[in-house]
């Protein structure tokens, strides 16, 4: 049996794309997925199933969502061990890194793009780009401040996710006990 966490971009923002997640849920369980839990209602479910294949895996949870909602909603998934990796490779201080995003990437971006947008980076708002992750922190606040997950897909031509220090934490406990 595979652990998996499914990271779901930009449902129940806003009114926008809504989908409780007793449904999601239910969802899940219909594809034959076992120990399915939630966290929170902006789309993070750890599940175990038997398949290997990630990318097919995502597939038939896009395609499942998408038949069912009406809607598309990109999804990226992790291993624990993935997600652990890039919890603790956040460069920042632990004062900071527990008021840190972690802007996950569905892909990894192109490197004249990421050597383009650092230059935005400062002593307040500070981000550092790796293949599979943004860390940001701002003195500000994420609610504050002018870079946003949309902010980063449109300078990097990637889609992203974000979850906070919490979250992360969170959804490694949870994977933990499937």
């Known amino acids: 049996m595979n652990t998996y966490i499914a990271l779901l971009r930009g449902i129940n923002v806003s009114g926008q794309k809504k989908i409780p997640m007793s449904v999601l849920r239910e969802l ?4 034959g997925f076992q120990k399915v839990r939630t ?3 902006s789309g993070n479910v750890c599940f175990q199933c038997m398949e ?3 990318e ?3 597939i038939k949870i896009q395609d499942a969502i998408k ?3 009406h809607f ?3 999804v990226l998934l992790k291993t624990p061990q993935a997600l652990d990796q890039i919890f603790n490779a956040c460069p920042f201080v632990d004062n ?3 008021n840190s995003y972690f802007i996950l990437l569905y892909h990894k971006p192109d490197q004249i793009l990421v050597d383009e947008l650092l230059r935005f980076s400062s002593a307040e708002e500070r981000f550092v780009i790796t293949e599979q992750c ?3 922190y701002s003195s500000l606040g994420y609610g504050k401040s002018k870079f946003n997950t949309n902010f980063f897909e449109r300078k990097l031509n990637v889609t992203a996710t974000a979850r906070n220090y919490k979250t992360m934490l969170k959804l490694l406990s949870l994977s933990a006990e499937n």
Do not use: C, G, N
């Not at 899940?28 to 594809?31: K, N």
């Open 28 to 31: 899940w369980s219909s594809l």
């Open 39 to 41: 966290y929170i209602q």
């Open 52 to 54: 290997d294949d990630s």
């Open 56 to 58: 097919a895996l995502k």
């Open 67 to 69: 038949s069912e909602f």
């Open 72 to 74: 598309e909603v990109p």
């Open 96 to 98: 900071e890194k527990t």
């Open 134 to 136: 943004i860390y940001f």
